[in-house]
Each structure stands twice: as C-alpha cells, then as structure tokens.
C-alpha cells in the first residue's frame, strides 16, 4: 500500500511537472507557427483596461502571465510607454484559425493618434523588442493591482530595446476622424526626433504627422468602452479652492470626501487651458472672490497638457473648446517652455530628447526656461504618466498647477476636482450628470497583408467586445484615486468609483439602479465626439 502511494505521487508530481513546463514558456521559446504576434497602438488611457481585458483571456485559457516593460522612464504597468504581454496558454477568439500563444505588444507613447495614423498607413514604429537576453527578469516592475486581481503574473521583465513594426490594431480615446482636426496633428518635430522615437527614420506617409491620415484603409472602427476625463489640480490648489468656496472641515481626512471636492465651472476650465489667466492673482471664484493663500514666491498659473495627438488632449479640446468641431474655436495654449533639441545637455545635466519629450525632471518644471515672466506656464507631455509627473513635480515645488487626466490616475499630490459642481465617478457618468467623458474606439486595417492577419482581425474583434464588458469593466476600475464616499479614507472601499463604463453603441443597457459591478451608459455620442450626448430612442440631450 505504501510503495502504491509513493508510485503515485511520484506520478502525480511528473503530470505536474509537465503541466509548469507547458505553463513557463516564453515567447523565445514558441514554434514560430505556434506565436501570433499582435501589435496595438494609441491611447494610454485604454491601457489598464486593455492589459486587464487580455490578462482576463488569458486566464480564462488556464495561462499565466509574462509582463514586459521598457527599461526607461517608468516601469508600472500598464503605464510605461511601451509594454508586452505574453500569456503561457493558448488562446483564441471565435473566428481564428485555431488556438495560439499570443505575444501582445503595446506603443502608447504620443497616445491615441499613434493608433490611427500608422495603423491605416501600415507604417513602422516603435515597440519592445522581445528577446531573452535583452529582458532580464527585474523585480522593480510595479503590475497593476487590476491585472493581479483577474491573472497570475508568473514574472516581470524589463526590455532594454526598441524594434520597429506596422501596428495590427489601433485604439484610441476618440473616434479617428478627431485626429485630422489641425489641434490634433501630431508633430512632425516628434516624428522626427530620433531620440525620442528611435525607429523614426521608418515613418513613412500615412503615419501621424502635420499630414491628415489617409483614413480610407481601415474598417469601420469598433466602439469600445467610455472612459471618465478630469480635471486635476496640485493638492495646495485644491486645498486653496475649497476654502475659497467657503468649506470648512473638522479634520484634514473630509478635504478627500466627494462631497467637498472643488469645482470648477466649464468656463473657468476652459479660459485656463486657452492660457487667458496667467497668474492666480486674476483668477476669480464662480462668486467673484480671490483665492486665498496665492503662492507669493511664484503665483503663475502652470498647466499640464497633453501633446497633440493625445485622445485626452483631443477629447478635452472637444468638449471644453469646441475644438475640431466647429470652425473658429479656440485651441488650448501650446507649451512655451524652452526648446530643448535633441542632443543638448541642460546645465543641471538632463539630456535634451525635445521640446515635448515624455519626461523632464523637477528643475525643468518648476523653473521654465523661456516661459513668460507671467504666466501661465504650459508644459506638453506625451502621455498620461508623463502628466503625472509634471503634476508630481509642480507640488513638490510648491506651484499651483492645473492638468487633464483619465481617472485611472492618481497621486497624493494632486486631486481631481468636480466641474460644474459634479464629481467624476462612475454613478455621475451613468446618471448623465457629468459630461467629461469619451467613447473609445479600436480600428484595423480593412484588407489583410502584410503582417495583419485574418486571425489578427478576429483578435481584434475579440478584443474589442472585452473592452466592452461590463464585467471586466468593472475589474479594470480598480484605480487610486484619492477620492472618498465617506470615512475613514485608509478603508480602499470607500474610494469612489471611477473610470470604464460599457456603451450603448454595443447594445448594453443601463442599470437601474446603477451598479459598479456591471458599469453601463445610459447615453451615448456614437462615434461623434462633437455631438450632444442622448439617451437611445428619444429626444434627450445631455450636454
């Protein structure tokens, strides 16, 4: 009996070994015909979202997963610039020729137009090159608690790496056509910039640029999930602005309930970012008083925006300018910090990548090069994390700043405000009270070849309906914002809820009441960015 127990466990303990071994492959180590290797671009604000509606699949196929990151800047994830992901199962959506390791890049450098232009142009950039001895295992990655909670994460490296390939799959904050809005063309100074983009010297016509997309190639785009948009101040300005609205608090703890967020109206917002107040001196509540407790060392106003190219720059211009709607409306302010090319090193050692590189350090910030003497200071960033940063930079410096954000963010430096008295959660979003908000959308190129695939495609439709369910919606909103229902403010579940919702466009109907569990619109723009907002099947008009 015993010898007949040993034997099998012995037996037991050879299946098992052979089970990890299926499940601890790496890319490197795939039959070439076994790995699809699938390319998406655009928008960081549909990152968490689109690493949790994969790491979900991958899951489901009995995977783990093998997160990358790039080896500069930042390495969380979803939101460094440039991510892979690798699950250790095979997996399919319906239509594919059969089942497969997916190996997932992601660019979200520049942002959403990123996956536009070159998606419809099939043009060559950026993403990891992913090698075995160029990604070491490096335990300083930081995975989002929102790809933990729905996957296994069986290790984490760090790529030193770019290669350059045409993306199979766009997705973007906005519908495609907001990009060939002029506020909205990307850079050709970007584009060009070899340090920033690397694999430059591969753009060719059709990619992003100062030249509308030709957008005649791509099918017509899927819509995905709404993302909640927000306005965010350094935590000294938020502090200034509740008392100049005449709150008053009992302890430091209720300045983070939802109930006393600031707000900002739509007009004060707007007159910011088209750079009309330059310091906060001129700077008027809704009831006509001063802020009190302007900073006396340096009372600019300093604004944190996106590049253009941004579907966070681009659905703000939208909605809070009317820019790309309409002719003659105004643009947000450009950055007008100093220029610092390619090549130069600043005195305080930073090494110049360009006038809108991702990343530049406090000094950089805090004290402009070029900036009016007063005011406002704007500073461009390519991507979300990159406003992050600025944001971070600014209240460490002590300036009162001002950003555009999705409500995947958060930072104990700064806080998002309410806009015309509303607060940016999920139950706002839904109950068509708060209007910051934008439908995503995910597009490919219409006719196959080249390195997109018929399996490609259906991953792309596959792909697209997770992004849009409310489930895993609800899984994907699992952010830090500094945000409360009530106290105490350390208990995590009295966050309020912010983030995805799942879109009428897709035929998902709205909750009564609502749920985070499953967040669903009950209005829609339907692919039109520029139009009002309605509820399906009547005469409703939200703003």
């Known amino acids: 009996m015993q010898l007949n127990k040993i034997a099998a466990a012995v037996l037991a303990a050879s299946f098992a070994a052979g089970a990890n071994a299926a499940l601890t492959d790496r890319p490197w180590n795939v039959p070439a015909g076994d790995l699809m290797d699938v390319f998406v671009s655009g928008a960081t604000a549909q990152d968490t979202g689109l690493a949790t509606a ?39 959506y319906p239509g594919m020729s059969g089942t497969k390791y997916v190996l997932m890049h992601k660019h979200s450098a520049g942002g959403s137009g990123w996956g536009v232009g ?33 996957a296994t994460v069986l290790e984490e490296r760090k790529c030193n790496d770019l290669d350059a390939a045409a993306p199979d799959i766009g997705i973007s904050d906005v519908e495609p056509a907001l990009f060939n809005a002029n506020s909205n063309l990307i850079d ?71 109930a006393n967020a600031p707000t900002l ?16 001196t001129k700077f008027k509540t809704a009831a006509g008083a001063n802020i009190p407790g302007v900073p006396v060392a340096d009372n600019r106003v300093f604004i944190c925006r996106r590049s253009p190219g941004s579907g966070t ?20 302010a450009r950055d007008n910090d100093e220029y610092i090319p390619f090549g130069a090193t600043h005195d305080d050692g930073y090494f110049g990548s360009s006038r809108l590189s991702g990343f530049r350090v406090q000094a950089d910030l805090a004290e402009p090069f070029g900036a009016p003497a007063d005011g406002p200071v704007i500073h461009e960033n390519q991507g979300s994390g990159d406003v992050d940063n600025c944001m971070n930079h600014l209240a460490d410096a002590g300036k009162w700043a001002v950003g555009v954000s999705s409500l995947e963010r958060g930072s104990d430096k700064f806080r998002f405000v309410a806009v015309d008295g509303v607060a940016p959660t999920l139950a706002n979003v839904a109950a068509n009270k708060y209007w910051d908000w934008a439908g995503s959308t995910l597009q490919y190129r219409a006719a196959t070849g ?7 495609r259906q991953f792309a439709l596959g792909l697209a309906a997770d992004t849009n369910t409310p489930a895993k919606l609800a899984a994907a909103n ?17 966050r309020v809820k912010v983030g995805y919702l799942a879109t009428v466009e897709n035929g998902y109907l709205p909750n009564i009441p609502f749920s985070t569990a499953t967040p669903t619109m009950s209005s829609g723009r339907f692919g039109n960015t520029c139009k009002t907002a309605t509820t399906p099947g009547n005469s409703i008009m939200l703003r």
Request: hydrophobic share 40%; aromatic share 8%.
């Open 54 to 92: 994969y790491a979900a699949k991958c899951t489901s196929a009995g995977g783990q997963m093998v997160v990358f990151a790039q080896n500069a800047g930042t390495l969380a994830v979803p939101h460094a610039s440039y991510t892979s992901y690798f699950c250790t199962s095979k997996m399919s």
């Open 118 to 150: 070159p998606v419809a142009g099939a043009t060559p950039i950026s993403r990891l090159n992913i090698n075995e001895a160029g990604c070491p295992i490096d335990a300083a990655i930081n995975t989002s608690s929102s790809i933990t909670a729905v």
């Open 188 to 258: 050709a100074s970007i584009i060009e910039n070899q340090g920033f983009f690397p694999n430059s010297s591969a753009i060719a016509a059709g990619s992003p640029g100062t030249v509308p997309a030709n957008l005649g190639t791509l099918a017509t785009p899927l819509a995905t999930n709404a993302l909640t948009f927000g306005i965010t101040v350094t935590k000294a300005l938020r502090d200034a602005l509740q008392d100049a609205q005449g709150m008053t608090f009992a302890s430091a703890d209720e300045r983070d309930l939802e």
């Open 265 to 280: 109206t739509h007009a004060q917002v707007a007159s910011l970012f088209f750079g009309s107040v330059k310091d906060w």
């Open 313 to 332: 720059q681009a659905q703000f211009n939208a909605l809070f300018l009317n820019d790309g709607c309409a002719n003659g409306a105004d643009s947000a």
């Open 450 to 456: 080249g390195s997109f695939s018929a399996d490609d």
């Open 478 to 494: 699992t952010y830090n914002i500094r945000m409360y229902t009530q106290l105490p403010i350390a208990t995590t579940a009295n």
